[in-house]
C-alpha cells in the first residue's frame, strides 16, 4: 500500500514538472512573438511621429482659423450659389467628426479640405462627388472610396501616397503624399494618373474659370 502510494506520487511529481517544461516551452516561443509585435508597433509609431511634422492632421483645423483658406471657401461658395456645385444635404461634420474621420483613413485630410467640411459639407458637381461622411451614398463616403479603390484597383506604391477624395462614375481624384510638402491633386483611372493641380485651392481655383 505504502509502494503504491509512493509510486502515485512519484507520477504526480513528472506530471508537475512535464507540465512546466511544457509551459516554460511555450513562453520562450511566445517572447520573440511578443517583442516583435512590440518593435513593429513602436516602429509604426516612429514612422507616424516624423511624419506628423509634413503632413496635416484632422485636430490642425482647430489651430488654424477658418479665414486661413478664405478664397478656397468664397471660390467654393460662388460655384454653390452658381449651382456648378451641390452641397449634399446634413453632411457637414464638427470638428469632432473630423477628428473621428482621421481615425479611419489611411492619410491625414489637409486643412482646406477639412474647413470644406466644416463649413459646407459634402459636395456634388462636374460630375463629382467630393466625399465626406455620408451613410446613404457611398460615393460620397471618403472611408468607402477609399477602401474600394485600395481593395480594387490601387497599386501598393498608389495605395501608400493617395487619399481620394472624389469620384466619378470612371475617374477619381487624390490628394498624393508622393512627394515633400502641402499634398497635390491628381486625377486618375485604373490605368493612368495624372498631376492636375499644386494643391486643393488651386483646384478648386480651376473649378471656377
Do not use: C, W
Not at 70 to 86: C, E, N
Amino acid at each position: 500500500m505504502a509502494k503504491q502510494r509512493q509510486k502515485q506520487l512519484k507520477n504526480k511529481l513528472k506530471n508537475l514538472q512535464r507540465a512546466t517544461q511544457e509551459r516554460q516551452q511555450r513562453l520562450i516561443k511566445q517572447e520573440p512573438q511578443k517583442v516583435s509585435a512590440l518593435a513593429q508597433n513602436l516602429a509604426l509609431l516612429s514612422d507616424d511621429e516624423s511624419k506628423s511634422s509634413a503632413l496635416e492632421t484632422a485636430l490642425d483645423v482647430e489651430k488654424v482659423p477658418i479665414v486661413h483658406h478664405p478664397d478656397l471657401l468664397a471660390t467654393l461658395r460662388r460655384l454653390i450659389a452658381a449651382q456648378k456645385l451641390t452641397a449634399l444635404p446634413n453632411s457637414r461634420l464638427t470638428t469632432t467628426e473630423l477628428a473621428d474621420l482621421a481615425t479611419t483613413l489611411p492619410l491625414p485630410l489637409p486643412r482646406g479640405y477639412q474647413q470644406m467640411l466644416r463649413e459646407l459639407g459634402a459636395l456634388q458637381g462636374f460630375g463629382y462627388f467630393f466625399a465626406g461622411r455620408n451613410n446613404e451614398n457611398v460615393a460620397a463616403d471618403l472611408v468607402y472610396l477609399n477602401q474600394a479603390a485600395r481593395a480594387d484597383f490601387l497599386t501598393e506604391q498608389q495605395a501608400e501616397t493617395l487619399l481620394i477624395f472624389a469620384a466619378s462614375e470612371q475617374r477619381y481624384l487624390a490628394f498624393s503624399y508622393a512627394q515633400p510638402g502641402p499634398p497635390r491633386i491628381v486625377r486618375g483611372d485604373q490605368q493612368h494618373e495624372a498631376e492636375v493641380a499644386v494643391d486643393f485651392a488651386a483646384f478648386v481655383a480651376q473649378l471656377a474659370q
